[in-house]
């Protein structure tokens, strides 16, 4: 994983954190899932998402696109509660002059 790649997701599970979803949602990073998808899916999960800890790369399964213009990212996801969670961030980053980050979902694995 680039340095690049690595700050996104860090940025956007920032985001989740502090649960601006409507952010998330107006700069594009929300993807398919939207802000109420994400709102949604961490209220029904019923526990407190925390900051990625030391470490989560290495636990981070990457899958290059088919056709070459990016990588899609299965994350999990910690919780004050729990430490590691069964939550999964999954995410497609798009490279180019200026790369993005969409979610394609947040799901218990």
């Known amino acids: 994983m680039t340095q690049a790649h690595?700050?996104?997701i860090e940025s956007l599970v920032n985001?989740?954190?502090?649960?601006?979803?409507?952010?998330?949602?107006?700069?594009?990073r929300?993807?398919?899932?939207?802000a109420e998808g994400l709102?949604?899916?961490?209220?029904e999960y019923g526990r407190t998402l925390v900051a990625l800890p030391?470490?989560?790369?290495?636990?981070?399964?990457e899958y290059p696109l088919d056709d070459g213009t990016g990588t899609a990212?299965?994350?999990?996801?910690?919780?004050?509660?729990?430490?590691?969670?069964d939550l999964t961030l999954s995410v497609t980053i798009i490279n180019g002059l200026a790369p993005r980050i969409a979610?394609?979902?947040?799901?218990v694995l």
Request: charged residues 30%; hydrophobic residues 35%; negative net charge.
């Open 15 to 28: 985001a989740l954190v502090d649960r601006q979803f409507d952010l998330v949602e107006s700069d594009g």
């Open 30 to 34: 929300a993807g398919r899932v939207g």
């Open 6 to 8: 690595r700050r996104m």
């Open 103 to 107: 979610t394609d979902d947040l799901r």
């Open 54 to 61: 030391p470490g989560w790369l290495s636990l981070v399964d």
């Open 39 to 43: 709102r949604q899916a961490l209220s």
């Open 73 to 85: 990212y299965d994350v999990p996801l910690w919780t004050h509660e729990e430490g590691r969670s």
